[in-house]
């Protein structure tokens, strides 16, 4: 059977970040992603809280609505969804409140957030309660790139224990990042850990990270049911 799958997490917005370096390559992404079986793609660039406070959401989103247009005509059949990748700090869930179109669909129900390069910070678990309590879900990307979950897996338990999504980039299975990385995702997912498969693609190499080969990994290590959960049924229960 063929693979189906919405890919939450993916730099496919051209000259934003370090992402996709132009529309041509951007297009380029988006059909491969139609064509490996992706119902949708949510455009997640990075952010922090200097550049929300700026013109920088008027610009993603322009550039958002261009790459919309170009994809009726390209990759007709794929849902293009704006969200973000946003550094967790303290006093985002406030900011989020007010300013929902860094959520995944603008809806303000879930935001993906990633940690600091350093790790795990002092104030995490309390920017996350913060959210859970203005019912707004936050969602870990690539928790298994983290240093302390690298080191110990379960560094990642208590945050998803409180409500928090998590979710794996599909090269870390592959060995994109290293071993350590692999194995940090692979403890992830036999513990239960991981809710969310993405492929955080940022250029086209051979199209986006090969997210069937990162579900036959999930299959092996839980099972063919948590491979279509990660994949497709959770993605898809947050786009609306």
């Given at each position: 059977?063929?693979?189906?799958?919405?890919?939450?997490?993916?730099?496919?917005?051209?000259?934003?970040?370090?992402?996709?370096?132009?529309?041509?390559?951007?297009?380029a992404i988006?059909?491969?992603?139609?064509?490996?079986?992706?119902k949708a793609v949510v455009a997640t660039p990075h952010y922090s809280l200097d550049l929300i406070r700026s013109a920088y959401l008027d610009i993603v989103e322009n550039k958002f609505n261009e790459l919309k247009a170009a994809l009726a005509l390209k990759?007709?059949?794929l849902e293009l969804v704006l969200g973000a990748e946003v550094l967790l700090e303290v006093g985002l869930p406030q900011f989020v409140k007010r300013e929902k179109r860094i959520t995944i669909g603008g809806l303000g129900r879930h935001i993906l957030v990633e940690m600091p390069l350093s790790g795990i910070p002092p104030y995490a678990q309390s920017v996350v309660f913060e959210f859970l309590a203005n019912n707004i879900v936050p969602i870990w990307a690539h928790p298994e790139r983290c240093p302390d979950v690298m080191q110990d897996f379960r560094a990642a338990k208590p945050f998803a224990d409180n409500g928090m999504l998590l979710q794996v980039n599909a090269g870390s299975l592959l060995g994109a990042y290293g071993r350590t990385v692999k194995n940090a995702a692979k403890k992830l997912i036999e513990n239960g850990l991981g809710h969310v498969i993405a492929s955080d693609t940022h250029r086209f190499t051979n199209g986006?990270?090969?997210?069937?080969?990162?579900?036959?990994?999930?299959?092996?290590?839980a099972g063919a049911g948590r491979a279509d959960a990660m994949a497709f049924t959770c993605p898809t229960s947050l786009l609306g």
């Open positions: 059977m063929a693979l189906s799958f919405v890919d939450i997490h993916t730099h496919i917005l051209h000259g934003i970040d370090d992402g996709a370096r132009d529309r041509e390559e951007s297009i988006a059909v491969k992603a139609l064509e490996d079986g992706a990759a007709a059949g986006i990270a090969p997210m069937a080969d990162a579900c036959l990994c999930i299959e092996k290590l």
